[in-house]
């Protein structure tokens, strides 16, 4: 079944002359094993698209739903795991807290919320991270946490917002590769936004937004 479906969604922001419709009348399904990367110029509407999926923010008209995951998965940790582009990481927190952190939130006990998160940490080659601050982490650092985070909560979806926007050509790679594993290994549907062609050549179906329309969907040859 389709882990998230959209039927003729839109999203305006703000009212009258001032709105912008950042996602236009769109349908789309999220199938259990997609590997998609959704492309489009700055502001053709990827990042207000994965918010939507992710269940972070609400359709203007027409209706998201998630029938492959029992629902919205909205206050139900574990369910989307999502990848922001910039720092997403609790700064007073450590890295190992921090991946614990939703675990924790989920009601996981706390001793086993520890052992998870050191297990994700470890297959995201960031054990040894695991007492730093995350000031003292470096931007590809940052992101191998974050992905980390997203594996200790086992999502059946992951969704990635321009994740590797602040990174060199090295750690681009590295996070691509991550988040692909990762999928794999939790049997995840995975979508990455991105404007990056060498981020979108890695995957194999291509979602192409323009203007707030899902233009085009295909498979990448
Ligand atoms: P990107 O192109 O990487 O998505 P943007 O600069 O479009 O980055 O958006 C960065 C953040 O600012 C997003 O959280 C977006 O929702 C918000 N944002 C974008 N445009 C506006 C706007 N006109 N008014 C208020 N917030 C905006
Ligand atoms: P992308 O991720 O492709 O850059 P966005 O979804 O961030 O696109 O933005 C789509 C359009 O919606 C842009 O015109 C952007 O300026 C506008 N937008 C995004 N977030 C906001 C916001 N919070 N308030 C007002 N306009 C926004």
């Known amino acids: 079944e389709e882990l998230a479906r959209c039927v003729g969604v839109s999203r305006t922001y703000g009212q009258g002359t001032a709105a912008v419709v950042a996602v236009h009348s769109l349908d789309c399904a999220v199938r259990p094993a997609s590997r998609v990367a959704l492309t489009g110029r700055s502001g053709s509407g990827k990042s207000t698209l994965v918010h939507l999926l992710a269940g972070l923010d609400q359709p203007t008209t027409g209706e998201v739903s998630w029938p492959g995951l ?5 206050g139900r940790p574990g369910v989307v795991g999502v990848v922001f582009q910039g720092p997403s990481l609790l700064a007073p927190l450590d890295v190992a807290e921090n991946v614990a952190l939703p675990l924790l939130l989920a009601g996981v006990r706390p001793a086993d919320a520890d052992a998870r998160a050191g297990d994700a940490l470890r297959r995201a080659g960031v054990a040894d991270l695991a007492g730093k601050l995350p000031e003292e982490l470096s931007g590809g650092q940052a992101q191998r946490v974050a992905v980390a985070r997203v594996l200790a909560s086992a999502p059946r979806l992951i969704l990635a917002d321009e994740p590797t926007g602040q990174l060199d050509a090295a750690h681009r ?19 990455i936004a991105t ?3 060498r981020v979108a050549d890695r995957l194999p179906q291509r979602w192409i937004m323009d203007d707030g329309r899902l233009q085009e969907v295909r498979q990448a040859c």
Do not use: C, F, K, N
Request: hydrophobic share 50%.
């Open 173 to 191: 790679d590295e996070v691509v590769t991550l988040l692909i594993e990762a999928a794999e290994e939790l049997r995840a549907g995975l979508i």
């Open 70 to 74: 029992g629902g919205a998965p909205t």
């Open 195 to 197: 404007h990056d062609a």
